[in-house]
């Protein structure tokens, strides 16, 4: 929406080194400039003019560009997670919209030439050469280790939650022989071995049911028989992207946002995702202006918006959505006609002061249109237990519901899995004390760790949820790009030895922001962290 | 289309359209299970389930393993120490032993004259989800892959769906055993050519569902060169490797491609233990290509369908149980044998034959002889009629793209005894009485009044739900408007 927007996406190859120097220098005027007026003016002048300026930037580039660069322009503005690795070029494609690349490279009668695999195959292969996927690589191939292997890289790049593991093993140990083995003496093997229904077991659905219900404090009480279980998050999210939009259409998704979003969401369904950029002008809040513009961009581009999808609380930031934003967005969404996918998969990783307020909850008080309004639930984050692979759609939409349910054949859970998952969530003493306890130590890290980081000279978002804090870390880059961030991304991980996860693979519009994931550490590794990152920060601030 | 999508709340065509094919008539017969299911002291009129491919013959050795084996399902204070690395463990590629474990028993199902390398297992969510991972890495929507009929009913929701494929039957005929042969294979290829639909590869089941055969080598080979020539791909989906209970052996495509000149690139192995352990609640699909691009890309798609960790780490434990896998390979084909002939024998002494098989979860029996009519539509009377009357809920070979009407599979291991004998009584009774009937003509209009009154009573979905007839159409409006 402003000029770094352009240079991160809109260049041509032969260009690229030329335009990003003059992204970056136009991005230092517009950024600061943004800031100012919107210090002064408020949220639509800051939006307006870098927007009308990007438009006729963008006016003016239509017309001199090639062909080739014309078309993949038309499919994606937002389709840049390519353009990301340094080295992996223009790789902008879309599934669905290939085929004009698949057929050429078809060669049927020569066998023992390339053989001729469908068009998305190459954008997903190289998609993985994002500093995301290649961080996480990295770790697995020398991960840090105390003892073992106290020169390995640590892991901050994985949104994942080890602090409160110890309960779930310690319920396990007393409760899992009667869970699956049943009392220890009837076994129920077609139970579990035989066909079950693919979208989850009712009793599971129940007590997952309950489960949400607890996680968002009692403010909201969920229907069984509205949940369609899958496994994991991920292909919930694919599977309402199958249901809710077309190939070539497109969603609207606030960043930063998740890199896995776009795996997700567009992969294989062909659809499309649409930048609504935040900005730290406003703490990285979702401005209800912004989505306006961004559905009306798409909109002059030909493209048909079919929803806005959300996480709250958000990631990678971490902040949570205002009821005053929700009801904002709803109203927004009915104005438009147009689904709301709410991503609520860190519901019980809150922590600190701020009120979580569901989706659902907005959506019960208002009892009008629910059937646009669709969650996007798992247990991966709240129950620490992303292996077992629990995801969860709850939609108010009938037809969504039938739809999801036959696609859930595709994606469904391990009836064992279940089986001994429904014996856990059911017991709510359990869960209760979970969740409390482990908000408490999720508290506890976050403060140490942001501590630990501002006394560095690195500040963070205030965050109220997830298992990450956002950080600025502007004052370290060597040219204000996303190049220059991507350097000291490099250097974090090869010289400091943290992995951790560029704003650029968020889709972040302002570069030198990095999401730090604390809660795979223990409190003692916090120190080591920041002696690592130390390293680097004063080399940058060296060699600046 | 547009239609459709103005009327509901703007929702995508795919999840408007009918391609998940429970629409179609041939559930009726799931429906009239589902309202009256056969129970053989509480209900004993009721309908049998005869129409799931699902293997229990064998539970009661799963069951005693897996007791004894408590840790194995994180069960005991051993097991709960893997948990933290267990619970957490959400990395696509699967768990290293998971993988090793899969592929030795592929190994093993294949008579151990391949290896299969761990590094190209690739998880998807059941063979259903594996199925359609392949298709989404080899073609684009409005491409078509060629499938010998009569093939799985589902095939044509897993292959089409979501991925916008299409689907170019290959007619096999009883002739010569429903042979796949060259010139049907040539004669399909061409056609969609000429219909200018781009042919993808080829894709069946071996050994055959429904038939329950298994492909000889010279088909094989003749299959591998068809492809080779044409630069397409090779899908062979080997789910009922291991329900192979008499000769000729199982051949794995691995084995074939060993000892030929061809593009491996162009082969692909779709693996289950759905149905060789009868664990289709367990949810594990396999893909194995031996092509590196389809491997890295199917991997990334696993996301999308993997298997719990849990059920990984399970599994794992049990499939190195070396003792236990060869007992219960081999006990569960006896048991398959065992079943298999008690039914096929019991319907030649009443006059019914079948189609020679040794392997799979079902026969392909023939009723020819009770068609009034030798149409699809006399093959649906009849259907129609066991349905109502024999109360028996078998699967009409229309339903399968079968091009000849009369044929009819029947599901044989989901089952007890005891009920395996009320379905033999019925169907002796059926037979019987329409052979003493001295007008055939009567008999079948008394079918047609006794119309099937079903409600959708259950929103259960099945693992094979068939599908509307033959959907070969070029000009379907989701290509159109891709296009």
Redesign the interface.
């Known amino acids: 929406m402003t000029q770094t927007r352009f240079s991160r996406t809109r260049t041509p190859e032969p260009e690229k080194e030329q335009a990003r120097g003059g992204g970056g220098a136009a991005m230092r005027v517009i950024v600061p400039l943004q800031g100012v007026v919107q210090g002064r003016g408020g949220l639509i002048l800051g939006s307006i003019i870098p927007c009308a300026l990007f438009y006729f930037l963008q006016f003016y580039l239509k017309r001199h560009r090639n062909d080739q660069d014309d078309q993949n322009e038309s499919n994606s503005p937002g389709q840049n997670q390519g353009t990301r690795s340094p080295s992996s070029g223009q790789l902008t494609e879309l599934p669905?919209l290939?085929?004009n690349l698949?057929?050429a490279l078809?060669?049927?009668?020569?066998?023992?030439?390339p053989?001729?695999?469908?068009?998305?195959?190459s954008g997903?292969?190289k998609?993985?050469d994002s500093p995301y996927y290649a961080g996480l690589r990295r770790v697995?191939e020398d991960q840090y280790d105390e003892l073992g292997n106290p020169n390995g890289v640590i892991q901050l790049g994985l949104a994942?939650n080890?602090l409160s593991?110890d309960l779930?093993?310690n319920w396990?140990?007393e409760n899992?022989?009667e869970?699956?083995?049943g009392n220890g003496k009837e076994?129920s093997?077609?139970g579990?071995?035989?066909?079950?229904?693919?979208?989850g077991l009712m009793e599971f659905k129940v007590a997952v049911a309950g489960f949400m219900a607890q996680v968002m404090e009692k403010a909201v009480s969920f229907n069984p028989s509205q949940i369609v279980l899958t496994?994991?998050a991920?292909?919930a999210i694919?599977i309402l992207s199958?249901?809710?939009?077309?190939?070539?259409?497109a969603f609207l998704v606030p960043t930063p946002y998740y890199p896995g979003f776009d795996?997700d969401v567009k992969?294989?369904?062909?659809v499309e995702i649409i930048h609504v950029p935040c900005r730290s002008a406003d703490n990285f809040n979702l401005s209800i202006t912004a989505l306006d513009i961004a559905f009306n961009q798409a909109k002059k581009r030909g493209l048909k918006v079919?929803g806005i999808i959300i996480s709250n609380p958000s990631n990678p930031v971490g902040n949570l959505l205002s009821r005053e934003t929700l009801y904002n967005l709803l109203d927004f969404a009915r104005e438009k006609?147009?689904?709301i996918v709410s991503n609520e998969i860190l519901a019980g990783c809150t922590h600190g002061n701020e009120e979580f307020v569901s989706m659902a909850e907005i959506v019960d008080l208002e009892d009008v249109d629910r059937?646009?309004v669709h969650l996007v639930y798992g247990l991966?984050k709240d129950l620490?237990?992303?292996?077992?692979?629990?995801g969860v759609i709850y939609s108010f939409?009938e037809?969504?519901l039938a739809?999801a349910?036959?696609?859930?054949?595709?994606?469904?859970?391990?009836?064992?899995?279940q089986r001994?998952l429904i014996s856990m969530l059911s017991d709510t003493k359990f869960v209760q004390t979970f969740i409390t306890i482990n908000r408490e130590r999720l508290h506890r890290m976050y403060v140490q760790f942001v501590e630990g980081l501002k006394k560095l000279g690195i500040e963070c978002i205030k965050s109220s949820g997830g298992f990450y804090c956002w950080a600025d870390m502007s004052g370290l880059i060597s040219s204000y790009s996303e190049k220059g961030e991507l350097e000291l991304w490099d250097k974090l991980l090869n010289i400091a030895k943290v992995n951790v996860t560029p704003g650029s693979c968020c889709h972040c519009i302002e570069p030198g922001w990095f999401r730090f994931c604390f809660a795979t550490l223990t409190e003692k590794d916090i120190p080591v962290v920041m002696e690592r990152i130390q390293k680097v920060s004063e080399t940058c601030k060296l060699n600046r | 289309m547009e239609r459709t999508r103005k009327k509901g709340q703007l929702l995508s065509r795919m999840a408007t359209n009918d391609r998940h094919g429970e629409n179609s008539p041939y559930f009726d017969g799931w429906k009239a299970y589902d309202e009256n299911p056969f129970h053989p002291s509480q209900n004993p009129d009721g309908v049998i389930q005869m129409g799931l491919a699902e293997n229990q013959l064998c539970f009661d050795l799963i069951k005693k393993w897996i007791l004894e084996n408590p840790d194995a399902s994180i069960c005991t204070a051993e097991g709960v120490d893997k948990l933290k690395n267990i619970a957490i463990y959400q990395d696509y590629h699967g768990l290293k032993e998971f993988r090793e474990a899969v592929a030795k028993f592929m190994e093993r199902v294949g008579g151990n004259r391949v290896t299969f390398d761990p590094n190209r297992i690739v998880m998807g969510g059941g063979a259903t989800g594996a199925n359609e991972t392949v298709m989404f890495c080899l073609a684009d929507p409005g491409d078509a892959f060629l499938v010998p009929a009569p093939y799985y009913p589902a095939f044509a929701r897993d292959l089409r769906w979501r991925t916008g494929l299409e689907i170019v039957p290959v007619d096999c005929k009883s002739s010569n055993n429903f042979r796949i042969t060259r010139a049907a294979l040539e004669e399909a290829y061409e056609k969609a050519q000429s219909s200018n639909i781009n042919v993808k590869g080829v894709i069946l089941a071996n050994p055959s569902n429904p038939l329950g055969t298994v492909l000889d080598r010279e088909t094989m080979r003749s299959l591998v060169s068809f492809v080779n020539e044409k630069g397409i791909h090779l899908v062979c989906d080997e789910i009922y490797a291991a329900t192979v209970f008499s000769s000729p052996r199982f051949i794995s495509i691995a084995e074939i491609i060993q000892d030929m000149d061809c593009n491996r690139d162009l082969i692909h192995i779709v693996y289950s233990l759905s149905k060789d352990m009868g664990f289709p609640g367990f949810r594990v699909g396999i893909v194995y290509s031996f092509n590196d691009v389809v491997v890295n890309c199917a991997r990334k798609m696993s996301s999308f369908g993997l298997v719990s960790s849990q059920t990984q780490y399970l599994l794992a434990s049990m499939l190195s149980d070396e003792e236990f896998v060869g007992n219960f390979l081999r006990e569960s084909s006896k048991r398959l044998a065992r079943r298999h002939s008690v039914f096929t024998k019991g319907l030649e002494q009443v006059g019914i034959s079948c189609l020679k098989s040794n392997a799979g979860l079902f026969f392909w029996m023939n009723m020819r002889p009770l068609l009034k009519e030798q149409t699809a539509q006399g093959e649906l009377e009849l259907w129609r009629a066991i349905i109502s009357e024999v109360k028996l809920n078998v699967s009409p070979g229309s339903s399968f793209q079968c091009s000849e009407p009369g044929w009819f599979r029947v599901c044989f291991a989901n089952m007890d005894d005891e009920t395996v004998e009320v379905a033999l009584e019925r169907i002796r009774a059926f037979v019987l009485q329409g052979k003493e009937e001295d007008a055939p003509d009567q008999k079948s209009q008394r079918w047609h009044k006794k119309s099937l009154r079903l409600s959708f009573s259950s929103s259960r979905l099945y693992d094979e739900s068939p599908m509307s007839p033959r959907m070969l159409s070029p000009h379907s409006p989701l290509v159109r408007a891709r296009t």
């Open positions: 669905g290939t085929r698949s057929r078809l060669s049927p009668r020569s066998p023992s030439g053989v001729s695999v469908s068009g998305r195959v997903i292969v998609a993985a697995k994942e080890k593991l779930v093993k396990l140990a899992a022989r869970a699956i083995l076994l093997i077609s579990i071995a035989t066909y079950q229904p693919f979208d496994a994991g991920t292909p694919e199958f249901c809710l939009a077309d190939a070539g259409n795996r992969w294989r369904t062909g079919r006609n147009i689904h059937k646009r991966s620490s237990l992303p292996g077992f692979r629990v939409n037809e969504v739809a349910k036959k696609l859930t054949r595709f994606s469904s859970i391990s009836a064992p899995t001994l």
